[in-house]
């Protein structure tokens, strides 16, 4: 199975850019890499998702190394409502058509 | 505007007493998802549908069914609520099977099991 590797959490201040790795060593060529947040009290949402090439939206970047073995999800400047649970996510085996959660990095930003 | 909508936004029910939850989507999306997240724990996927297509999670409880009647709803009926089953329910749609799409999610239904 396909799995990722984040720290627990992470801490920054506020206004400054955040980069949030994540390794994925087991991931087969054709898997997206998926980014999600979970604010308190709330659904996960949507990030951003890419499968070889950098990927930016206006919420973040993601940059995925060369091998596709890990990635990061930057964010150009933090804001506390920023402040999350940082999901990287890939289908649990080659090809599956599910995406299922490891525990994500608990982000804090500090004013 | 709401997009994936869950009801109630809490749940309040007995231990043994079948519950129901709720999930509508306006998004006409081929695939609904239910996923159970325990305190301090990452979402778990207990089944999805594809269409009317069933796909249950090999580790779901039996205590645990879904109905999709139409593309716009689905339920999640458990029907013997346990202790360990107090949690936030969420759903979750996608255009197409996720492992290319993304993930759009409701706002979750807490239940609580008394």
């Known amino acids: 199975d396909a799995k990722t590797t984040q720290p627990n959490s992470m801490e920054s201040n506020e206004e400054e850019p955040v980069h949030l790795p994540c390794n994925h060593s087991t991931i087969s060529g054709t898997d997206y890499i998926h980014w999600y947040r979970q604010l308190p009290s709330q659904g996960p949402e949507y990030v951003i998702h890419?499968?070889?090439s950098n990927v930016n939206n206006r919420m973040a970047s993601l940059a995925i190394a060369e091998d596709r073995k890990s990635s990061t999800l930057i964010l150009h400047r933090a804001t506390l409502r920023d402040a999350a649970v940082y999901y990287c996510i890939l289908p649990p085996s080659p090809g599956a058509q599910k995406l299922v959660f490891g525990q994500g990095t608990r982000l804090t930003i500090n004013p | 505007d709401a997009m994936v909508i869950q009801n109630p936004r809490y749940q309040v029910t007995q231990f043994g007493k079948p519950v129901t939850l709720s999930c509508s989507q306006t998004l006409n999306h081929n695939v609904m998802y239910w996923y159970q997240q325990k305190s301090s724990q990452a979402p778990k996927l207990l089944f999805h549908y594809y269409d009317k297509d069933f796909n249950n999670e090999a580790d779901t409880p039996d205590n645990f069914q879904s109905r999709r009647p139409n593309t716009s709803f689905c339920f999640l009926d458990i029907r013997s609520p346990g202790l360990g089953d107090a949690a936030m329910y969420l759903c979750a749609t996608s255009r197409d099977r996720a492992g290319y799409e993304k993930l759009f999610f409701g706002s979750g239904t807490q239940l609580s099991v008394l």
């Open positions: 890419g499968l070889t």
